[in-house]
């Protein structure tokens, strides 16, 4: 499957941003969707994940209750709400497909090639 993303770019501290993600090609499978971010210096990190169904979502403890992971009602659209934005959260924003729902990057074999998002103090 092929992944796009959009939506990135500089907000303030404390303001919100919505990520895009468009899937294309293998999208009569089932698949799960995740976002992962890598800030510069930084490894890619697990930000938040959703089943095909949308009735399982997982978070890194960084943005629970400020991040919202949806999928959209094709399936083929996957959204990260981001809200109460830090500086700690600029990095490169990864959108990614895997065969399961998990938090483990090396499980996704798709990926976007990721957005920017910059947050201002």
């Known amino acids: 499957v092929q992944l796009v993303e959009s939506g990135g770019g500089l907000v303030q501290t404390g303001g919100s941003l919505r990520l895009s993600c468009a899937a294309s090609?293998?999208?009569?499978?089932?698949?799960?969707m995740g976002w992962f971010r890598q800030a510069p210096g930084k490894e890619r990190e697990f930000v938040a994940a959703?089943?095909?169904?949308?009735?399982?979502?997982y978070y890194a403890d960084s943005v629970k209750g400020r991040f919202t992971i949806s999928r959209g009602n094709a399936n083929t659209t996957s959204y990260l709400q981001m809200n109460s934005l830090k500086p700690e959260d600029t990095a490169v924003y990864y959108c990614?497909?895997?065969?399961?729902?998990?938090?483990?990057?090396?499980?996704?074999?798709?990926w976007g090639h990721g957005t920017q998002v910059t947050v201002s103090s």
């Open positions: 990614a497909a895997s065969d399961r729902t998990t938090a483990s990057a090396t499980a996704y074999d798709s």
């Open positions: 090609g293998r999208t009569s499978s089932p698949y799960a």
């Open positions: 959703i089943s095909w169904s949308g009735r399982t979502t």
